[in-house]
């Protein structure tokens, strides 16, 4: 089974959750022995043990750098030492024109691409090629536009993709359903491969050592600490989580909140702490990763995950793997593979404000929902979704060779 | 009849507070040592404008006080600025002892930090014009006799507690809606008080060198000396014209090139050449004009913005949130006697702070309405509200709860 990837992004250069679940989901597959080649936007800075990486530039670009970050910006090195900066439509765009030049050994079986940034571009190769072509649904444009409108020029690439696709993988029920809902795609069409989380890479690391001094002191004069790591943008619901902070605080003064990320969204969320008379307790970093990442999790007595629409969410397994339970919401494809985690409604800021003061008020509470949510992330892997995801290329592959 | 000009210039530089994160908060307890070309390097910005405004200045203002026995002003330090100069430029705090040991420049008692500590901590706030008062001794061996508020806010309850404390005059803005009939152009008793004596500055004049002097667009561009002189002898009814701005007016705010220095030098020489012209310290107006009227201020006044208020450093959320966050504070760092920790605190209350943090023309676009060394008001927030982190840590280290 030979399969190119096209994919937006990768470990360590990843802004969120997309670049992870690929990588994981990859691993799983090459381990199961798929043959990978995984086809990025940008000049990759390190190579794979289980699969080929490329990288796809325009004409006369030598190299293709990822600035800020976020995926919102782009470097172009051109040949001759001029550089240019592209933001993510006329990416998009090149990413798919880079595509059609580049050469690939006809021997390949199925073309797998992974949301609306890289559809086009997967079109295009199936016009080339002629190969089935495998569209895996990590968000939507209405998840990332937090129940607004979001962008007509997103939505007609996913539906023109959607529609164009011979199957769709959905990383949770939840999607499928918006896909259903979004663009009136077929039912049968669409495979629901829930994302996972390799267990082993993590630990809990509470320490002395954390990066995050203050808020360490803190803790140790019984202040109990919320955290959230991820875009400050509007799907993630943080607005919500604000307000409930503030609330809960009334009750018990002694919260942090610790909001890890960047995003388009930050100013707001400044500003609304402090007219909610919040802003001494919450805490906002820039984007993280690695390390300080990894501090963030094990800080937190209660990682809360409160998006308006969230595909699937990876943190707050991450963050359970860490030492730290979890609070999701409803609305989020995580929700669907694990039970012991706080669930609540995104909107529900009644109920958040009464679980963010009983996880401050027992500890036994805290310590029973970690042990429990531990033992579920334990047993977690991707080769579940490996599993599924050769079953739907297995459906593929007969029909296409009949059709040659 | 005899009129004096009153002219009174405000010398402030704040200690920046550079990029500071919450993991900077952890591991470092110096806020405003920013390095490089930054907005936020206190020496770099110390010395572009010493460079640009306060050594040409001086230049000028010694000449003319060498020059002419008639020509005298007052200044304001900040305790803050006169630091800065100790560690960076201490010829300029040289250029500045020249001109007071010709015994023709009086000096202004205020906060030490520039501060706005009068409107949250009486205590602090007295603590800090002892401070200054104490600075202004050793660095230039006077006494101030009169006060002014940071950003000239000014209110009756200040005025009460300047009588109560001695001062023999205080400053506040000339604001039309106060004065009513009146005009600023003559020395004032503050509403309740007993012995102090209130001058107000003639904004319109005072703003017209401060504010439009360079601007192109101003139907009175270029102002020569001449008129200004013309303007103010025409004036009926006015025995003093308080020309109040901030010192940086000469060489920064209106560069070089606008003929500022060139105004600056010329406009005293024509003023004096009439008899009946003079100019006064402030003091000496106190002295030499009589009271015209109480002033009632009820409401605080400032010399800031169309609002004339303290809603650019205290109108929105984030500033109240800052401000109340570091005076509640105050009893803990005082009983630490940890020198350092209750110097870094007062550097924090410096109102600089708080404006940076000022959102009102951020939201119309018109970002450069003002001045600010950050990015945006929320990074100017930010960067303080870390830093507050970190006083909070350090009080957590000595056992205290926070």
Redesign the interface.
């Known amino acids: 089974m030979k399969v190119i990837m096209l994919g937006w992004e990768l470990p360590p250069h990843n802004s969120g959750g997309l670049g992870v679940a690929c990588y994981g989901l990859c691993q799983a597959l090459a381990n199961d022995g798929a043959m990978l080649e995984f086809v990025l936007p940008y000049t990759a800075p390190n190579q794979c043990d289980f699969m080929k990486i490329r990288a796809a530039l325009p004409v006369n670009v030598k190299r293709v750098t990822a600035t800020g970050n976020s995926y919102e910006s782009f470097k172009y090195h051109h040949i001759g030492g001029k550089t240019s900066y592209h933001d993510l439509f006329g990416h998009q765009a090149a990413y798919e024109e880079a595509i059609a030049n580049l050469t690939f050994d006809d021997d390949f079986d199925i073309i797998h691409a992974h949301d609306w940034l890289t559809f086009r571009a997967a079109l295009k190769l199936k016009q080339i090629y002629d190969k089935p072509v495998v569209l895996h649904v990590h968000s939507l444009e209405s998840d990332r536009a937090g129940g607004i409108s979001g962008n007509s020029l997103v939505h007609a690439i996913e539906r023109l993709g959607l529609e164009s696709a011979d199957k769709i993988i959905a990383v949770s029920a939840h999607t499928k359903q918006k896909i259903i809902h979004d663009y009136g795609i077929s039912e049968d069409k669409i495979e629901v491969s829930h994302n996972s989380i390799s267990p082993d890479s993590h630990s809990p690391s509470l320490d002395d050592e954390n990066c995050y001094k203050v808020i360490l002191a803190l803790k140790k004069q019984g202040y109990t600490v919320l955290v959230n790591a991820g875009r400050l943008t509007i799907q993630k619901g943080l607005t919500n989580l604000l307000r409930a902070f503030a609330r809960a605080s009334d009750h018990n003064p002694k919260l942090l909140l610790l909001l890890a990320g960047s995003g388009e969204q930050r100013d707001e969320l400044i500003e609304l702490a402090a007219e909610l008379g919040a802003s001494r307790n919450v805490f906002f970093t820039n984007f993280v990763r690695g390390n300080t990442l990894r501090d963030t999790y094990s800080i937190g007595d209660l990682f809360i995950m409160p998006s308006i629409s969230e595909p699937f969410g990876l943190t707050p397994l991450e963050s359970i793997l860490h030492g730290t339970p979890a609070m999701v919401s409803n609305q989020s494809g995580v929700a669907e593979v694990i039970a012991n985690v706080l669930k609540v409604d995104y909107w529900d800021i009644d109920k958040m404000v009464s679980q963010i003061i009983n996880i401050s008020q027992y500890p036994n509470l805290q310590s029973a929902l970690q042990d429990n949510g531990l033992y579920e992330v334990r047993r977690m892997g991707w080769h579940t979704a490996s599993e599924k995801v050769f079953e739907i290329y297995g459906q593929l592959m007969p029909a296409t060779r009949a059709t040659q | 009849m005899t009129r004096a000009i009153v002219l009174y210039l405000h010398v402030h530089q704040p200690y920046r507070i550079k990029h500071y994160?919450?993991?900077d908060?952890?591991?470092n307890e110096s806020y405003f040592d920013a390095t490089g070309e930054s907005l936020t390097n206190n020496e770099y910005i110390i010395n572009k404008v010493a460079d640009k405004s306060y050594i040409p200045t001086n230049v000028v203002l010694l000449k003319l006080l060498r020059d002419l026995p008639e020509f005298k002003l007052s200044l304001s330090i900040s305790g803050t600025v006169i630091e800065q100069f100790e560690q960076w430029r201490p010829d300029v705090l040289d250029s500045f002892r020249e001109l007071v040991s010709t015994g023709k420049v009086e000096i202004v008692a205020e906060t030490y930090h520039h501060s706005l500590a009068f409107f949250y901590s009486l205590t602090e706030f007295e603590a800090q014009v002892r401070l200054h008062r104490e600075k202004i001794e050793s660095v230039f061996g006077v006494t101030p006799q009169v006060f002014r508020n940071t950003e000239l806010s000014y209110n009756n309850e200040l005025a009460k507690w300047a009588d109560q404390a001695g001062y023999k005059g205080i400053l506040a803005e000339g604001w039309d809606p106060i004065l009513g009939w009146r005009n600023s152009n003559h020395v004032y008793q503050p509403i309740g008080t007993e012995n102090i004596r209130l001058l107000l500055k003639a904004y319109k004049l005072s703003d017209d060198l401060a504010f439009r002097f360079g601007d192109r667009g101003w139907s009175d561009w270029p102002l020569t000396a001449d008129t200004f002189c013309h303007w103010l002898d025409s004036s009926s009814n006015a025995d003093i014209f308080n020309l109040f701005m901030d010192y940086e007016t000469f060489g920064e705010h209106q560069w070089a090139e606008t003929g500022i220095f060139e105004f600056l030098d010329r406009f005293p020489r024509l003023w004096l050449e009439s008899s009946e012209n003079h100019f006064a310290t402030i003091s000496e107006a106190i002295d030499q004009y009589p009271t015209r009227d109480i002033i009632d201020m009820p409401e605080t006044v400032t010399w800031a913005d169309t609002e004339r208020d303290l809603s650019a450093w205290l109108g929105?959320?984030?500033q109240?949130?800052?401000i109340a966050?570091i005076y509640d504070l105050r009893e803990r760092i005082m009983s630490t006697n940890d020198r350092e920790l209750i110097r870094d605190w007062r550097l924090l209350q410096t109102s600089d702070h708080f404006y940076y943090m000022c959102?009102k023309w951020f939201k119309d676009g018109d970002i450069h309405a003002y001045f600010s060394p950050y990015e945006?008001p929320?990074d100017g927030?930010?960067n303080f509200?870390n830093a507050?982190?970190?006083l909070?840590?350090r009080l957590?280290?000595v056992g205290m709860?926070?």
């Open positions: 994160s919450i993991f908060a952890g591991n929105n959320a984030m109240a949130q800052a966050a959102t945006s929320y927030f930010m509200m507050y982190q970190n909070r840590l957590a280290k709860s926070v």
